[in-house]
């Protein structure tokens, strides 16, 4: 790992490249293949064994990283514009990047500025912590910069340490006020505001009582390739979510050193005015055009004998937005009480951001949005049960639950009924209360965290998956049990998510399934 680690950029890089040439191909394999079968299938090169081994590799080396790089931060300076700490990281004692954290009065910055090696080495480590960096080139230096969102999305213990004591030194020394403290401080513990759809990273905001879920992509590439996974998911465009632009408006044209001189004097004469349709920095040797003079300004600079690709370059200079709405919130909610898992991990991460870094009242808001979805297809009682003929057998008039806590031992069930509870010893018990030849009678299923632990390398992970064991005796319960869950025989029966699914759709339990599930343990 340590000859390894050194060369985390170029894998970084090369990932990158495979990665955006992969989502490419499948978007084109998709539009093909539709076109000519009318199949919505398509190719897939991440699954290809050359993909997963680089994939392997690299998450070997950023767990490295992880667990061996020590943050230090350096003493609070207040001799410039802004209030600055140097923070450092180092590997076997040995400093392999640092970074410059600000406080600009309103929000934190990170920034970097140096060669383009030592840029690209300190993104390297941002990423292996968690994070998420680009490395620009801004003037004469290659650029790392990180805000506020962006600095807390970074879950290592070091580096929170670092950003909160530089946060609590600047409040001992009077330079941010109480209430951007409180805000900080509670941002730094609640953690990143994003979740993941589609294979795309959304950012979750919630201002004047409206929830934002946003994608910024990086190019028109990344935009294209969102937008065919969100339509193979089922979303419409236009209804589910919709694509924006910021900074439409205008290109930048960066020209070479020996090519400055004479692309200013091809502007000068070009019959366009500076500052109305076209500006120049000097410093950046760079020139700001409206779209709508683009062509003529790259025109003017061929006419002088100066070559795209070779003396310049043109980028555009907006921004990709897409944004879900509030209707495609709600068909992804349709999604997760259909039993599908990514969108039912979608709406739970989502809530969970939510909770974390908002409060009661963002939750309620997002409760209010989904609520006709998942109410949509629940199951009201009584609810008739039938045999393998079709004979009607047995109704189900009440399904109650309670909350269990205590630890379990083996199949024997302990503990003492609660009110809530959560972590690896809270159970939630359901009884079926259920009517046969004119007798009631019960069928009992608790469900727990079962934990298993898996050797990855020198790691052990330890995760938890929910689970019941009920036994069912004979015929009648089996098909109160099957008419329940949707899956039943006699004898022992193991029930899993996709059971507790299924019981979630009855209104009595709906709201128990989630909160039992809230507590989940974590994994480790």
Not at 101 to 128: C, K, P, V
Not at 200 to 210: C, L, W
Not at 469 to 496: I, Q, S
């Amino acid at each position: 790992m340590k000859a390894v680690t050194p060369a985390l950029p170029t894998l970084h890089k090369l990932r990158g490249a495979l990665t955006e040439f992969a989502d490419a191909f499948r978007v084109i394999t998709r539009e093909v293949v539709k076109r000519k079968f009318g199949i919505n299938w398509a190719y897939n090169i991440r699954n290809e064994r050359f993909f997963k081994k680089l994939e392997e590799v690299i998450t070997m080396a950023e767990d490295y990283v992880y667990r061996n790089v020590t943050v230090e931060r350096g003493s609070l300076d207040t001799s410039g514009r802004l209030p600055k700490a140097i923070i450092r990281f180092k590997l076997g004692g040995k400093e392999v990047a640092y970074i410059n954290m600000y406080w600009t009065g309103r929000e934190l910055q990170a920034q970097f500025g140096g060669s383009r090696e030592n840029a690209q080495q300190l993104a390297s480590i941002i990423r292996a912590l968690g994070g998420e960096a680009d490395v620009k080139y801004v003037g004469k230096r290659w650029v790392v910069q990180l805000y506020t969102d962006g600095i807390i999305a970074i879950r290592h213990d070091g580096w929170l340490d670092a950003v909160r004591s530089f946060v609590d030194e600047l409040k001992k020394m009077e330079l941010i006020d109480k209430d951007k403290y409180e805000q900080l401080v509670r941002d730094i513990t609640a953690g990143p505001n994003t979740v993941k759809f589609a294979g795309a990273e959304f950012t979750v905001y919630y201002t004047n009582k409206s929830i934002l879920v946003e994608y910024q992509p990086r190019s028109e590439n990344s935009k294209n390739v969102a937008v065919g996974a969100l339509k193979a998911r089922g979303l419409k465009e236009g209804v589910h979510f919709i694509v924006t632009t910021k900074g439409a408006g205008s290109y930048e044209i960066r020209v070479t050193k020996e090519a400055y001189s004479k692309a200013v004097e091809a502007l000068a004469h070009s019959g366009l005015k500076e500052k109305e349709h076209y500006t120049v920095y000097d410093k950046r040797r760079e020139i700001r055009v409206k779209k709508d003079h683009k062509d003529t300004v790259v025109n003017a600079l061929k006419g002088a004998g100066l070559e795209e690709g070779r003396h310049f370059t043109v980028k555009w200079s907006g921004r990709y937005v897409i944004h879900i709405t509030y209707d495609g919130l709600y068909e992804i909610q349709r999604m997760a009480l259909n039993g599908d898992v990514e969108a039912e991990r979608f709406i739970r991460d989502l809530e969970d951001v939510l909770k974390r870094r908002h409060g009661d009242d963002a939750v309620k808001k997002l409760i209010e949005i989904l609520t006709p979805a998942r109410e949509e297809g629940t199951i009201d009682l009584p609810l008739t049960v039938y045999d393998d003929r079709g004979n009607l057998i047995a109704r189900v008039v009440d399904l109650k639950y309670e909350f269990v806590k205590g630890k379990r031992k083996g199949r024997r069930s302990t503990g003492q009924p609660v009110n809530q509870c959560a972590g690896e010893d809270c159970r939630l018990r359901i009884v079926a209360e259920y009517e046969v030849g004119g007798e009631r009678r019960q069928l009992k299923m608790e469900w727990y965290w079962s934990k298993v632990q898996k050797k990855k390398g020198e790691t052990t992970v330890t995760y938890f998956f929910e689970i019941a064991r009920p036994t069912v005796k004979n015929d009648v319960e089996a098909a109160v049990l099957k008419a329940l869950t949707g899956k039943a025989k006699r004898g022992e029966v193991y029930l899993l998510a996709d059971q507790l699914d299924a019981l979630r759709r009855f209104k009595p339990l709906r709201d128990a399934v989630d909160k039992w599930r809230e507590g989940r343990p974590q994994k480790s």
